[in-house]
């Protein structure tokens, strides 16, 4: 598999868009492999990201999630999610250039009703509401600017997300 081919397919999107748990139902229909940036970074660390931010700070984290991205996209052939923001670096966005990039796209209602009150998301622990919205408004061109496709994810389930990006995968 050529390093265009893989992985099978690389999901952005903001907090609450559902890169997770759709590309979790994703790959399961595709038969391949999972794997989220979020999960390497905190295996990597040995504690959560919440605590990364408390104890580094976001700088380091960034750092992380850009060495995490680097080699999830040298290494894995399934379905990698990414983390929200790791469209903010320019190295990661340059690296998804030649990679299928499906951009999970949710209006804040929703993604506010997905991520609840923040716990487990540093950067959404005061002012939830306002900080996903700026966030959101921030990261959308940034998304965008990578994807090759985009799907909304409004008021749907995981499952009929996924079979949305499938037919995508294919052309």
């Known amino acids: 598999m050529s390093a265009a081919t893989r992985p099978v397919c690389v999901l952005v999107g903001a907090p609450g868009s559902g890169k997770t748990t759709v590309g979790q139902v994703l790959a399961a229909e595709l038969g391949v492999e999972f794997r989220d940036t979020d999960a390497d970074i905190e295996r990597q660390a040995g504690k959560p990201i919440p605590e990364i931010f408390v104890d580094e700070g976001e700088a380091h984290f960034r750092t992380l999630e850009r060495a ?33 990039v ?18 487990g998301r540093p950067l959404l622990t005061i002012n939830p509401r306002a900080t996903l919205k700026h966030l959101m408004d921030q990261r959308r061109p940034l998304y965008a600017e990578v994807a090759t496709a985009t799907v909304m994810t409004d008021g749907r389930t995981p499952e009929e997300i996924a079979a949305e990006i499938i037919p995508l995968l294919k052309r």
């Open 102 to 119: 499906v951009h999970l796209s949710v209006e804040l209602t929703d993604a506010v009703k997905r991520v609840g009150l923040g716990i």
């Open 68 to 100: 995490a991205v680097a080699a999830a996209l040298a290494s894995c052939d399934g379905v990698l999610a990414l983390g929200g923001g790791a469209v903010l670096a320019e190295e990661n966005r340059a690296a998804l250039v030649g990679h299928r």
